[in-house]
């Protein structure tokens, strides 16, 4: 199994299909882990449950966090996240259609380290993933 450096939390089949062929494009292949919603991605993160057998494997390296998600939704998973001081330092990127101020206030409240509005066409979501990509993976530094 290819090592998983992106946490992808998005409860949408579209939206992940559209994200993963965007980043294969990109050329990240085989890098998503794909979470449906805020409690497994939390299961995920925290190695419970039927992901108990990543014990000590490393972390992502970003997590792409959608907000409405069903059961803990986004906004909680990100407060968690940053509440965290093993998981605090993972880079988190709210990846999301709500253009609410106060979502994007509360996300860099609780320690987003970017908010992205997913573009609804095809070419503008494609066009930020490859932006996401090369900023993310060509500029920075992960700790």
Known sequence: MAKKTILI??????????????????????????????DDALDYLYRRGHYQNLQGQPYPKLILLDLNLPGTDGRDVLAEIKSDETLKVIPTVALTTSTDKRDVQLCYKYGVNSYVHKPVDLKGFKRAILRLKEYWFDAVVFP
């Open 9 to 38: 939390v998005e409860d949408s089949p579209e939206d992940y299909e559209a994200t993963r062929r965007a980043f294969e494009s990109a050329g990240l292949k085989d890098v998503l882990h794909h979470c449906e919603d805020g």
